[in-house]
C-alpha cells in the first residue's frame, strides 16, 4: 500500500474546516495509508496516535506560536525522519500555511511529489502581509509543488496567481454531512431549542454559525437590527476575539432582548438550532468556501452571504440563497427582509435548488472521487 505524508498546521483537538475536511476525506480512502507530521501546541497531548486513518506525530514544546515556527523550520526533519522507514510515495500539505513551508522543504530534499490544497479563508492580503519576511520561501510552496487542489474558483486563481505551473490543478470543495443537516428532528423538540433562545413568541430568528472574528462580520448584522422590525432577533453560534466586543456593541444599540450569544455549538446541536431558526447569515469580508453556508443550505434554512471568495460557487441570489452587500448593515436588513417576505413555495424552491448544487458538488462521494484521482495520478 502507497503511503502519503500530510503536513498541517493544526489537527485534531484543534479543527476548522480544513482540519474537518482532511478527516472526512482519509477516514473514507483506504487505498492508501496516510501519516501526519503537525505542530504539538499542547503538552498533555501525545506525541504519537492514531486519529481516524492517520498515524500523526506532534512535533513541538506544547507553545502555540513556537511549536508553529518549529514545525515550519524544523517539521521537514520529522518527515526525512520517517521517510526513511516508510518510504512515502507522495507529501500532501494542507493550506500554504507554516505546514506547507516543511513540506516545500521536505519535498525537495526527497524528490517526492508535492500536493498542495489550498483552503485558506483569511483574506490574501492578510496572508501576504504575515509572510512579507519570508516572501520569496513562501512562493515556492505554490512554485515547486507538483499538484494543486483548491477550495475554490477564487483560491485555485490565487493558486495561480502565485505561480503554481503544474498540469495536475482542480476545484476539490470541503462537502457537507448532508444526512446529519437534513435529518428531521422532533417538533417538541425543536421547539424547546427554540424556547431557549430566549426571544419573544413570535420572533423571526436569523442565525449564524461563525467564529467571531472580523472577516465573518457579525456585528454588520448586529448593526443591521435597528432597519428590522423588533421582531427579528439574531442567535449567535460560536466564540472568538470579539465576544467582549460584540456584547458591546449589543449593549450600546439596546439589543440585548434581541441578540443572544449561545456559544460554541457541536455539530451534533447545530443541526437542531438551524431547524429552530427562520434565516441563516454570514456576511463575510472573505471567504476561501464556508461549510456554515452549505450546513444551512441543507437544513433547509433560507441562507445569506456576500459574493466575495468562494461564495458564488455555490450561492446564487434569489436562486439557491440570498447576497447582500459587504460591511453594509441596512443592506443586510433589506436581505432579511426579502428573506421575511417568501412565500412558502418560493422557500422550497429556493430549498430544492440548494440542495441539487450540494448534491451534485459538495457530498463527500464526489469529494473522495476527486481525492483519489489526484493520489493516484500524483503517485504514480
Same mark, same amino acid.
Given at each position: 500500500m502507497k503511503k502519503i505524508l500530510i503536513y498541517s498546521t493544526a489537527y485534531f483537538p484543534f479543527v476548522g474546516g480544513a482540519e474537518v475536511a482532511m478527516k472526512e476525506i482519509t477516514d473514507r480512502v483506504e487505498s492508501y495509508e496516510f501519516h501526519m507530521v503537525t505542530a504539538l501546541m499542547d503538552r498533555t497531548l501525545p506525541r504519537k496516535e492514531k486519529v481516524g486513518?492517520?498515524?500523526?506525530?506532534?512535533?513541538?514544546?506544547?507553545?502555540?506560536m513556537a511549536d508553529k515556527l518549529m514545525l515550519a523550520l524544523r517539521g521537514h526533519k520529522k518527515g526525512l525522519q520517517l521517510h526513511k522507514k516508510l518510504q512515502f510515495s507522495a507529501v500532501w500539505s494542507l493550506m500554504a500555511s507554516y505546514n506547507g513551508f516543511a513540506a516545500q522543504t521536505f519535498?525537495?530534499?526527497?524528490?517526492?511529489?508535492?500536493?498542495l490544497t489550498l483552503q485558506e479563508g483569511d483574506?490574501?492580503?492578510y496572508i501576504l502581509h504575515k509572510v512579507r519576511f519570508v516572501r520569496s520561501w513562501f512562493n515556492k510552496i505554490f512554485t515547486e509543488a507538483t499538484a494543486l487542489t483548491a477550495l475554490s474558483t477564487y483560491l485555485l486563481n490565487w493558486g495561480l496567481d502565485m505561480g503554481f505551473k503544474g498540469t495536475l490543478k482542480e476545484i476539490v470543495p470541503n462537502g457537507a454531512d448532508v444526512a446529519r443537516f437534513t435529518k428531521i428532528h422532533p417538533a417538541d423538540e425543536i421547539r +424547546?431549542?427554540?424556547?431557549?433562545? $430566549?426571544?419573544?413568541? &413570535?420572533?423571526?430568528v436569523v442565525m449564524t454559525a461563525?467564529?467571531?472574528?472580523?472577516?465573518?462580520?457579525?456585528?454588520?448584522?448586529?448593526?443591521?437590527?435597528?432597519?428590522?422590525?423588533?421582531?427579528?432577533c439574531f442567535a449567535v453560534c460560536g466564540s472568538g476575539e470579539l465576544l467582549s466586543h460584540l456584547e458591546g456593541v449589543v449593549e450600546e444599540l439596546g439589543l440585548e432582548q434581541r441578540v443572544n450569544f449561545l456559544g460554541n455549538k457541536s455539530h451534533e446541536e447545530l443541526p437542531k438550532i438551524m431547524q429552530a431558526s427562520d434565516c441563516s447569515i454570514r456576511p463575510s469580508i472573505t471567504e476561501g468556501l464556508g461549510c456554515s453556508f452549505l450546513e444551512s443550505m441543507? +437544513?433547509?434554512?433560507?441562507?445569506? $452571504?456576500?459574493?466575495? &471568495?468562494?461564495?458564488?460557487?455555490?450561492?446564487?441570489?434569489?436562486?439557491?440563497?440570498?447576497?447582500?452587500?459587504?460591511?453594509?448593515?441596512?443592506?443586510?436588513a433589506d436581505t432579511i427582509m426579502r428573506v421575511m417576505d417568501l412565500s412558502e413555495l418560493e422557500k422550497k424552491t429556493i430549498q430544492?435548488?440548494?440542495?441539487?448544487?450540494?448534491?451534485?458538488?459538495?457530498?463527500?462521494?464526489?469529494i473522495v472521487k476527486r481525492m483519489n484521482h489526484f493520489f493516484k495520478e500524483i503517485c504514480a
Open positions: 486513518n492517520v498515524m500523526v506525530y506532534r512535533v513541538g514544546i506544547g507553545h502555540p519535498a525537495k530534499k526527497t524528490g517526492i511529489p508535492h500536493l483574506p490574501i492580503e +424547546a431549542i427554540r424556547d431557549s433562545f $430566549g426571544f419573544a413568541p &413570535g420572533a423571526f461563525s467564529r467571531l472574528v472580523v472577516k465573518n462580520a457579525v456585528e454588520d448584522v448586529i448593526r443591521a437590527l435597528p432597519f428590522l422590525p423588533e421582531h427579528v441543507a +437544513a433547509g434554512l433560507p441562507t445569506i $452571504g456576500t459574493m466575495v &471568495g468562494g461564495i458564488p460557487d455555490f450561492l446564487e441570489d434569489g436562486v439557491t440563497g440570498f447576497a447582500c452587500e459587504v460591511q453594509n448593515p441596512k443592506s443586510i430544492r435548488n440548494a440542495m441539487a448544487v450540494i448534491n451534485d458538488r459538495y457530498n463527500w462521494t464526489y
